[in-house]
């Protein structure tokens, strides 16, 4: 599957959500969408999936236009939108049986439901109304829809959200199974979701992509930008000061017996901090700065 964005912007009444977005992706991929609240995750999703139309640009879907040919998009897709309605009178099974229908599966349905509960742990609460389930145990179902027709392409706004850390994991590890033959591109807050499963990352803010590519290599733009100081004494004040000007960003501020350990990252480090290997999170909060600092310049 080859999808393409060609110069998409989507204004809403006043705001810009998406500032013209060129992006290409093909299968297999694993992607992280990550960017700050409002940056224009869901937006760019929801276009995705056919939900939403952009004000201008156009969306390529196996080299034909979006909009000229849905039914090939939708029936090799599988979405679980951010905000999620589930009817919670239905069992979990009834539930998933009802989204089977909607998706057109007709001959493989019971199989479908079957695998679907299975990848998601729900066996146990496949007879149980969704209103007596957990809020994560209720965000496993919306996954167990997004799976059931076994998709080709698997957008998920934020589809880790309530689960517990254990779940996050097996959650992780299902995503990345399913996009070794396929493309699953997930919206996240958590880099470490993104870390440890997605093979290209892109960083929206304000409408636009900031990058878009490896991991490693939005890393390696951050070397020699992360730096760690230990202070000891009274000149905290002035660290904080600093960085509250925009200077650098505090990224972890550990109290230690000597004193307070502070990583920062920043445009230009100063002699005195100690440079160390940027982690993913580091080099997201630097790529955050460097726009900031090309935006106010
Ligand atoms: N239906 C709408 N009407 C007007 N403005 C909207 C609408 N939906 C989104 N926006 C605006 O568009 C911008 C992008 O919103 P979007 O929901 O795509 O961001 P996001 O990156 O998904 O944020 P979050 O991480 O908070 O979910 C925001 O400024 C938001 O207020």
């Known amino acids: ?68 040919n849905e039914k090939h998009l939708k029936e090799r897709l599988g979405y679980l939108p951010q905000d999620f309605g589930l009817y919670e009178e239905l069992t979990v099974e009834e539930f998933l049986d009802y989204m089977a229908c909607l998706k057109g599966i007709n001959r493989s349905k019971r199989k479908s439901i079957d695998r679907a509960i299975s990848l998601t742990s729900l066996e146990e609460k496949r007879k149980f109304k969704i209103k007596t389930l957990s809020g994560g145990q209720k965000q496993r179902i919306g996954i167990a829809q997004a799976i059931l027709n076994n998709p080709e392409l698997l957008i998920v706004d934020e589809p880790t959200v309530g689960l517990d850390p254990e779940e996050r994991i097996k959650f992780r590890n299902l995503f990345s199974e399913g996009s070794k033959e396929k493309i699953v591109i997930l ?53 904080l000061e600093s960085g509250m000007k925009g200077e650098f960003k505090i990224t972890s501020t550990v109290i230690t017996p000597h004193g307070t350990r502070y990583r920062v990252v920043s445009e230009s480090l100063p002699s005195s901090f100690e440079k160390i290997t940027p982690s993913l999170e580091d080099a997201y909060v630097y790529c955050m700065l460097k726009g900031e600092v090309e935006n106010a310049g």
Do not use: W
């Open 187 to 239: 919206s996240t807050h958590i880099i470490e979701d993104v870390e440890s499963i997605c093979n290209s990352i892109i960083v929206l803010n304000k409408g636009k992509i900031l990058f878009a590519g490896e991991p490693s290599e939005l890393v390696k733009g951050a070397l020699d930008h992360v730096g760690t100081i230990e202070i000891v004494g009274n000149n905290r004040e002035e660290i």
């Open 1 to 68: 599957m080859e999808i393409k964005l060609e110069n998409i912007s989507k204004e809403y009444k006043n705001v810009k959500a998406l500032d013209n977005i060129n992006l290409a992706i093909n299968s297999p991929a694993m992607i992280g969408f990550v960017g700050p609240n409002g940056a224009g995750k869901s937006t760019l999703m929801k276009m995705l999936v056919g939900q939403l139309l952009p004000t201008s640009g156009n969306i390529i879907v196996d080299g034909v236009l979006l909009n000229k």
